[in-house]
């Protein structure tokens, strides 16, 4: 199927497809008309739309929003960005075929979505970060067709989030196309899931048990006879393994096929150390012919948490540590991302060495998933119950909604290690308690391999609200909102020593720091809420607070907030507002010191890095040089002089020197075990003190 422009209409033209053909996705991107307002009967065909705006869809309506902020600590109002209805239309020529079903399929639409086409209401979605489908066969009409759909983004006391310490981008900003799928099908309509559900449900010695759990649907006026085929392909696309189960359904019948396979001698997924992913390909077959079909990712692996807090990966221990990324976006353009953008920020982090990233605070887009198991990078991924919640039925159906949205999309995702059930719930009821026993009992009912977990703060460590999950972090910011870095390792001991057999993470730690701001020394901790954020500081904090959890294996999971600097309306602090400024890395991808802190610890890869290089301008004469490295020794010189050895200890290594006056370069190496030589350098200029 393909389509293309035609004086403003979108043309679908079946090239290929037949009524035994196999499904064909069809991407409805160009030819969209927006408005930015309510507009009162602009589902109608005949509405007069010739004034709206020309835009491709994905799209977002508060793509310029994001240097909007203010932070209640100081008594400002939070940045003002528009929350509210908008409307999209697009006209399309069609001609449908005899034995054709149509889907139309959303990737997101924040935070509630009301669809019709020709005028008729299709369906409604709530909730901003799932993908979502419509059955529109027989609504399609052969020759033009007009597909309206409202977008609202204001609060809504029935959706979550609603809170949070980041933007919501309103708008259809992840793709919309029209799947066409034969008669006789796989159930791709399952919470906009594949109709495959592929595990490991065993390790043995030179062996795995897989299973599969194949959907399909019959939407044709008689009985049918089929079988379901599915193979298991390794990458070069050999099948390993196959299974064939005969299904016979009624006319408008639903059926599974449950079926075991045996996998001699597999090849594991192993993290970063080796991501081997196989694929899981149902064919459905009927009458020798087949009429649908599609696949999966397999990782052959499992994961555990044991009660002393040790994970487990493919039954052995795994130290899981990295950064949380909030929803992927870029500057000026929101949550409107190419693939491209997708891989390079997970990239960055694979690069430090990180073996986890969690998810914050909602169900990000499937390519972050996919890459993230070519990478072998384990997932943590929540649902968007973030802060506040309301106590209503409706909510909390809404919620658990998300929740089965997200399973079924990324059940098959090998890197999705834990389902996430919210993050730092307030208030500790009847009502909040039952919003999360029922989360963790949907997630553990649709999925009983995986563990659950929860973020938790803000109330009593061991109130009840944070022992509903197989497991239990904390996010927790000592020597940034309360206290010092140094309070963290007391507070986990005795966290743990009154939990015991509890499994206990950090789901959440950091600070600050703006690489603008440069003061090596820091005279004084900076201000949360302040206009000043040193680098330095933030690369500091990191430090105390690494080597405090690495003497720690108890904690489970450690997660760096935040991998990348993102926008937040809450915020306005540091060096502009609208920006939560946490990140590890700027908003336009510049690593800051504490990266390479991180990545000196993490990454097994050779690395030498000189810190505070951004300080250009000092201020006094003696300064002590420091480097990241996971070397063994550092050699510094100054100006030219001679080579001075320092052994590392941590991963750093330092050395006090005496600025000339006027320009100074700052020299580093370090040997490999390889012997390749890794070289850095840095200019300082000393003036007056």
Known sequence: MTGYLKKGLLWLAAMTITPAALAQELPLAQGWRFLKEDAKGAER??????????VAVPHTYNAGDTRRGGTKARSEPAGDYYRGPAWYRLKLEHKPLPGTRYLLHFGGATLKADVWLNGEKIGSHAGGYAAFRFDVTGKLRAGGNLLAVRVDNARNPHIPPLNGDFNIFGGLYREVKLIATPELHLDRLDHAGPGIKARTEALGKGSATIGATVAVFNDRAVPASFQVVTRILDVQGKAVAIQRSPLTLAPGARGTA?????????????GRKSPYLYRVKSDVVANGQVVDSQSVPLGVRTVAITPDGTFLLNGKPYRLHGVNLQHPTRFGRGPIVTRAEIDEDLQLFADMGVTGIRLAHMQHPPRVYERADELGILILTEVPLVDDHDQSDAFR????????ELIAQHYNNPSVALWGLGNEIRKSDPASNRILAELNSTAKTLDPLRPTTYAHCCIDDRDPIALHSDTVSYNRYFGWYLGKPEDFGPWADDLHARLPGRPIGVSEYGAGASILHQEDPVVKPPKHNGDWHPEQYQTDFHIKYWLAMKQRPFLWSTFVWVGIDFP??????GDRPGINDKGLVTEDRKPKDAYFWYQANWSDKPMLHLASRRDVNRRTSQVKVMAFSNQPLVEFRLNGGAWRSVPVADRIATWTIELARGENRVEARARTAGGAMLNDAVSWTYATP
């Open 45 to 54: 065909p005949g509405f007069d739309d010739a004034g709206w705006a020309r």
């Open 568 to 573: 937040s309306f809450k915020r306005n602090e």
């Open 397 to 404: 159906g809404n919620v658990v909604q998300q929740m089965r």
């Open 258 to 270: 449950e079926q075991r396979f045996a996998l001699k001698a597999p090849k594991l997924w192993e």
